[in-house]
């Protein structure tokens, strides 16, 4: 997946959300070339 901090990538108006999910989870893993997102919260 394309990196959404990348210079060229930055003015694009999708490729963000995986990006925003990685940094609230505890484990995110992409399945069949990210039509598949698994996540994972641990309980406090």
């Given at each position: 997946?394309?990196?959404?901090?990348?210079?060229?990538?930055?003015?694009?108006?999708?490729?963000?959300?995986?990006?925003?999910?990685?940094?609230l989870?505890?484990?995110?893993?992409?399945?069949?070339?990210?039509?598949?997102?698994?996540?994972?919260k641990?309980?406090?």
């Amino acid at each position: 997946m394309a990196d959404p901090l990348d210079p060229e990538n930055m003015l694009k108006p999708s490729g963000r959300g995986i990006f925003l999910i990685s940094g609230l989870m505890d484990d995110v893993q992409c399945a069949d070339g990210g039509r598949q997102v698994r996540m994972r919260k641990k309980k406090p």
